[in-house]
């Protein structure tokens, strides 16, 4: 980790602000109740706390143990569901299908033949009809449309503007 996120969260709660506002509007118009969302790089929760209040099931992963115990503290004081991982990403596998996967400005933080191998593993993830929802350094979408590109599925994007890239499954 090229920044010490795990110090920041240690010292700073909610150290980088309210939810992504494409994200809040995401999941404003998001039709669907009761999902499971999985949350790359969730820090301490910022997007995961608001989708929970939203009625979904949660599962936030990051490297940094104070942002989980941030996380998991506002869950559970407001009875959310949600759970949280201390995990690296680059080798974390995820259990089950998720409807939505949401990776904000995560992926930027690893070396590039890493970055696209998590986007790689995370895609088969993402269930029938699910989303993906990204996040991330304008420069990079290129490349994870490449990767995208090269996945097995069929993926329909939605958005892509600069820095952000949603698509869905079908």
């Given amino acids: 980790m090229a920044y010490d996120y795990d110090k920041l969260y240690g010292k700073t709660p909610n150290a980088l602000?309210?939810?992504t506002s494409l994200f809040v509007a995401f999941f404003d118009r998001f039709d669907r109740q009761d999902t499971r969302v999985l949350d790359v790089g969730c820090g301490q929760g910022r997007d995961a706390l608001f989708i929970a209040r939203k009625g979904h099931r949660v599962l936030g992963v990051d490297i940094a143990a104070n942002g989980?115990?941030?996380l998991s503290d506002?869950?559970?004081?407001?009875n959310l569901p949600i759970e949280g991982v201390v995990a690296d990403i680059a080798t974390y596998r995820p259990d089950g299908m998720f409807d939505v996967i949401l990776i904000d400005r995560t992926l930027h933080m690893l070396p590039l033949p890493t970055r696209h191998a998590v986007l790689a593993k995370l895609l088969d993830c993402v269930g029938e009809n699910g989303w993906?929802?990204?996040a991330d350094e304008a420069s990079n979408i290129k490349g994870f449309v490449?990767?995208?590109s090269a996945h097995e599925a069929n993926?329909?994007?939605e958005l892509s503007q600069r820095g952000y890239l949603f698509l869905r499954r079908s």
């Fill in 132 to 134: 993906l929802l990204i």
């Fill in 74 to 78: 506002a869950a559970t004081q407001e």
């Fill in 68 to 70: 989980i115990r941030d």
């Fill in 146 to 148: 490449a990767v995208i």
């Fill in 17 to 19: 602000g309210p939810p």
């Fill in 155 to 157: 993926w329909i994007t």
